[in-house]
């Protein structure tokens, strides 16, 4: 198995609040976790500036991250566009 480690930085978009963001990605995590081939998908924000987050995320594989884009709560949290990406890392354990 070939485990793949996601490390990804969201901002809020101008005018939404960084509040309506956390209820929404509250949400995005809670179904993402019950997904299969989620290992670990962890919200971050950060405390210098509370309209960045960090997702820290692992999956089985390529395929199950694949899936989770296309998954129907991802898709739904996309078409909100209350974040946008300003990083994304797919990184892999060396140990």
């Known amino acids: 198995m070939n485990k793949l480690w996601i490390s990804a930085g969201l901002e809020v978009t101008q005018g939404t609040s960084a509040q309506q963001v956390k209820q929404a990605i509250t949400v995005l995590q809670r179904q993402t976790v019950q997904e299969?081939?989620?290992?670990?998908?962890?919200?971050?924000?950060?405390q210098s500036d509370p309209n960045k987050f960090t997702l820290w995320e692992e999956w089985e594989s390529e395929a199950a991250l694949?899936?989770?884009?296309?998954?129907?709560?991802t898709q739904a949290?996309?078409?909100?566009s209350l974040t946008q990406v300003s990083y994304l890392e797919k990184l892999a354990h060396i140990a």
């Open 36 to 46: 299969a081939g989620c290992l670990r998908f962890d919200v971050l924000q950060h």
């Open 66 to 73: 694949q899936a989770h884009y296309d998954a129907p709560h």
């Open 77 to 80: 949290y996309f078409a909100q």
